[in-house]
T-cell receptor, first 110, second 114 residues
Framework: QQNVQQSPESLIVPEGARTSLNCTFS?????YFWWYRQHSGKAPKALM?????GEKEEGRFTIHLNKASLHFSLHIRDSQPSDSALYLC??????????FGAGTRLKVIA | EAAVTQSPRNKVAVTGGKVTLSCNQT?????MYWYRQDTGHGLRLIHY???????EKGDIPDGYKASRPSQENFSLILELATPSQTSVYFC?????????????FGPGTRLLVL
């Protein structure tokens, strides 16, 4: 059974800061890794994904994946108040199924 | 943009009553999912489907049934609702296309069981 843990549970950062969110998983056979963002009262929405070890950058967002250490992370450069949301990581368990972490609640203060 | 809709958006039910949550997608995705979201637990998978006529048990299926009568529609059924099923329920559709495997979520249904 895949076990996905996120840290920290919550985070408050000033506008313009670099923010780092972490996700650990237990099944080294997992192949697909996602970050979803959920603004208050809204549906989760896919943010970024990575499928192989290393780094992927899209605008202000960067994902790092290290399968050997069972860890991937999301880094936000120049954090904005509009980035305030619940961030959920998701790891595949095969057969198009995913296990989600409990989430990190981010608040960016102007 | 992929479109997933859910109905009702809010529901109050009585303990022991039957509740049906409906989901419709216009993405023509094969896969559909039902999750519940509770504080401290993230999204937990209840049932999912690979296409019309198929339903599979997720990680927390007890007390829930699912039905996929067509490509577009996927329902979650609570035959005998209990207060522990009070939650926000999200439906999603997804497909693995060109290496991408995005799930598109509906707006959610807030269910209160009294």
């Amino acid at each position: 059974q895949q076990n996905v843990q996120q840290s920290p549970e919550s985070l408050i950062v000033p506008e313009g800061a670099r923010t780092s969110l972490n996700c650990t998983f237990s099944d080294s056979a997992s192949q697909y890794f996602w970050w979803y963002r959920q603004h208050s009262g809204k549906a989760p929405k896919a943010l970024m994904s990575i499928f192989s070890n290393g780094e992927k950058e899209e605008g202000r967002f960067t994902i790092h994946l290290n399968k050997a250490s069972l860890h991937f992370s999301l880094h936000i450069r120049d954090s904005q108040p509009s980035d305030s949301a619940l961030y959920l990581c998701a790891v595949d368990t095969g057969n198009y199924k995913y296990v989600f972490g409990a989430g990190t609640r981010l608040k960016v203060i102007a | 943009e992929a479109a997933v809709t859910q109905s009702p958006r809010n529901k109050v039910a009585v303990t022991g009553g039957k509740v049906t949550l409906s989901c419709n997608q216009t993405n023509n995705h094969n896969n559909m999912y039902w999750y519940r979201q509770d504080t401290g637990h993230g999204l937990r998978l209840i049932h999912y489907s690979y296409g019309a006529g198929s339903t599979e048990k997720g990680d927390i299926p007890d007390g829930y049934k699912a039905s996929r009568p067509s490509q577009e529609n996927f329902s979650l059924i609570l035959e005998l609702a209990t207060p522990s099923q009070t939650s926000v329920y999200f439906c999603a559709s997804g497909a693995r296309l060109g290496g991408e495997d995005t799930q598109y979520f509906g707006p959610g249904t807030r269910l209160l069981v009294l």
